[in-house]
Protein backbone atom coordinates (compact mmCIF):
# COMPACT_ATOMS: atom_id res chain seq x y z
CA UNK A 1 0.00 0.00 0.00
CA UNK A 2 1.37 3.46 -0.95
CA UNK A 3 1.95 6.15 1.85
CA UNK A 4 -1.38 7.95 2.52
CA UNK A 5 -2.02 11.44 1.60
CA UNK A 6 -3.17 13.80 4.47
CA UNK A 7 -5.92 15.89 2.98
CA UNK A 8 -8.27 18.54 5.22
CA UNK A 9 -11.97 17.97 5.59
CA UNK A 10 -12.67 20.74 2.66
CA UNK A 11 -10.31 20.96 0.05
CA UNK A 12 -9.95 22.19 -3.86
CA UNK A 13 -10.05 19.01 -6.23
CA UNK A 14 -10.23 18.92 -9.95
CA UNK A 15 -12.49 17.01 -12.30
CA UNK A 16 -10.00 16.97 -15.21
CA UNK A 17 -11.78 14.94 -17.65
CA UNK A 18 -14.89 17.35 -17.60
CA UNK A 19 -13.15 20.69 -17.47
CA UNK A 20 -13.85 21.93 -13.81
CA UNK A 21 -10.79 23.09 -11.75
CA UNK A 22 -10.96 24.19 -8.10
CA UNK A 23 -14.69 22.53 -7.02
CA UNK A 24 -15.16 22.46 -3.34
CA UNK A 25 -14.92 19.41 -1.72
CA UNK A 26 -16.18 18.12 1.37
CA UNK A 27 -14.10 14.74 2.76
CA UNK A 28 -16.86 12.94 4.89
CA UNK A 29 -15.49 9.57 6.00
CA UNK A 30 -18.89 8.86 7.76
CA UNK A 31 -20.36 8.69 4.04
CA UNK A 32 -20.19 5.42 2.22
CA UNK A 33 -20.20 6.70 -1.58
CA UNK A 34 -19.26 10.61 -3.21
CA UNK A 35 -21.62 12.73 -4.26
CA UNK A 36 -21.53 15.75 -6.59
CA UNK A 37 -24.15 19.19 -7.10
CA UNK A 38 -26.21 18.82 -10.25
CA UNK A 39 -29.00 20.25 -11.78
CA UNK A 40 -30.88 19.28 -14.99
CA UNK A 41 -30.49 15.48 -15.28
CA UNK A 42 -31.15 14.27 -18.62
CA UNK A 43 -31.44 10.24 -19.60
CA UNK A 44 -29.89 10.68 -23.27
CA UNK A 45 -30.29 6.92 -23.76
CA UNK A 46 -30.23 3.79 -21.43
CA UNK A 47 -26.23 4.43 -21.29
CA UNK A 48 -25.28 7.91 -21.07
CA UNK A 49 -27.06 10.96 -19.06
CA UNK A 50 -26.44 14.66 -19.69
CA UNK A 51 -25.85 17.37 -16.55
CA UNK A 52 -24.82 20.79 -15.29
CA UNK A 53 -22.72 20.48 -12.53
CA UNK A 54 -23.25 23.23 -10.10
CA UNK A 55 -19.92 25.58 -10.21
CA UNK A 56 -20.90 27.94 -7.44
CA UNK A 57 -22.87 27.52 -4.12
CA UNK A 58 -24.19 30.99 -4.24
CA UNK A 59 -24.86 31.77 -7.96
CA UNK A 60 -26.77 28.62 -9.41
CA UNK A 61 -26.94 29.26 -12.75
CA UNK A 62 -22.95 28.91 -13.46
CA UNK A 63 -22.54 25.42 -14.60
CA UNK A 64 -20.60 23.14 -16.67
CA UNK A 65 -22.73 20.79 -19.05
CA UNK A 66 -21.33 17.49 -18.97
CA UNK A 67 -22.15 13.44 -20.86
CA UNK A 68 -21.13 10.96 -19.31
CA UNK A 69 -22.13 6.89 -19.45
CA UNK A 70 -24.28 5.72 -16.63
CA UNK A 71 -22.47 3.55 -14.49
CA UNK A 72 -25.40 2.03 -12.87
CA UNK A 73 -28.08 3.09 -11.07
CA UNK A 74 -29.12 2.92 -7.05
CA UNK A 75 -31.64 3.68 -4.26
CA UNK A 76 -29.45 6.10 -1.77
CA UNK A 77 -30.47 7.06 1.97
CA UNK A 78 -29.52 10.75 2.46
CA UNK A 79 -28.13 12.52 4.82
CA UNK A 80 -32.03 13.29 6.18
CA UNK A 81 -32.73 9.28 5.45
CA UNK A 82 -34.84 9.90 2.33
CA UNK A 83 -34.11 7.24 0.01
CA UNK A 84 -33.84 8.41 -3.49
CA UNK A 85 -33.14 6.40 -7.22
CA UNK A 86 -29.94 8.12 -8.25
CA UNK A 87 -27.64 7.67 -11.42
CA UNK A 88 -24.01 7.12 -10.99
CA UNK A 89 -21.29 8.12 -13.15
CA UNK A 90 -16.89 7.90 -13.18
CA UNK A 91 -14.86 10.45 -13.93
CA UNK A 92 -10.83 11.69 -12.92
CA UNK A 93 -10.83 13.58 -9.76
CA UNK A 94 -7.95 14.69 -8.59
CA UNK A 95 -7.08 15.50 -4.76
CA UNK A 96 -4.39 17.21 -3.93
CA UNK A 97 -1.20 15.07 -5.62
CA UNK A 98 -3.53 11.99 -6.66
CA UNK A 99 -5.54 11.55 -9.31
CA UNK A 100 -7.86 8.50 -9.39
CA UNK A 101 -11.05 7.32 -10.75
CA UNK A 102 -14.14 7.50 -8.31
CA UNK A 103 -17.52 7.00 -9.11
CA UNK A 104 -20.02 9.95 -8.55
CA UNK A 105 -24.11 9.68 -7.69
CA UNK A 106 -26.18 12.93 -9.21
CA UNK A 107 -27.69 14.85 -6.66
CA UNK A 108 -28.89 18.38 -5.60
CA UNK A 109 -26.54 19.46 -2.88
CA UNK A 110 -28.17 23.09 -3.00
CA UNK A 111 -28.31 23.53 0.48
CA UNK A 112 -24.86 22.30 1.65
CA UNK A 113 -21.79 24.69 1.10
CA UNK A 114 -19.47 22.02 -0.78
CA UNK A 115 -20.23 20.73 -4.28
CA UNK A 116 -18.55 17.53 -3.74
CA UNK A 117 -18.97 15.25 -0.93
CA UNK A 118 -16.14 12.53 -0.85
CA UNK A 119 -16.72 9.01 1.16
CA UNK A 120 -14.96 6.34 1.87
CA UNK A 121 -15.40 4.82 -1.27
CA UNK A 122 -13.29 7.79 -2.88
CA UNK A 123 -10.96 8.17 0.09
CA UNK A 124 -10.29 4.68 1.02
CA UNK A 125 -6.92 3.77 0.96
CA UNK A 126 -5.57 6.22 -0.51
CA UNK A 127 -6.11 9.92 2.08
CA UNK A 128 -6.27 10.43 5.14
CA UNK A 129 -8.65 13.05 6.28
CA UNK A 130 -7.16 15.45 9.13
CA UNK A 131 -10.70 16.96 10.59
CA UNK A 132 -9.03 19.92 12.38
CA UNK A 133 -7.74 21.68 9.23
CA UNK A 134 -9.35 22.42 5.49
CA UNK A 135 -7.21 23.50 2.62
CA UNK A 136 -4.12 21.20 3.55
CA UNK A 137 -3.29 20.19 -0.12
CA UNK A 138 -3.00 24.01 -0.59
CA UNK A 139 -5.02 27.48 -0.43
CA UNK A 140 -8.53 27.55 -1.52
CA UNK A 141 -8.41 28.40 -4.87
CA UNK A 142 -11.86 29.82 -6.81
CA UNK A 143 -13.33 27.05 -9.45
CA UNK A 144 -12.89 27.99 -12.58
CA UNK A 145 -14.21 26.04 -16.18
CA UNK A 146 -11.67 24.71 -18.28
CA UNK A 147 -11.89 23.75 -22.40
CA UNK A 148 -12.35 20.32 -22.44
Known sequence: MSELEVIGWKESVDLPD???MNILAKSDTGARSA???VNNIIELDDTHVQFDIVLDRKDRTKTRTVQA????TKR???SNG???ERYFVRTQVRIGHKIKEVELSLVSRKSMICRI???RNVLG???LVDSSTKYKSGPRRKTVERDS
Open 125 to 127: NDF
Open 82 to 84: QIH
Open 117 to 119: LLG
Open 69 to 72: EIAH
Open 76 to 78: VRS
Open 18 to 20: WGV
Open 35 to 37: AID
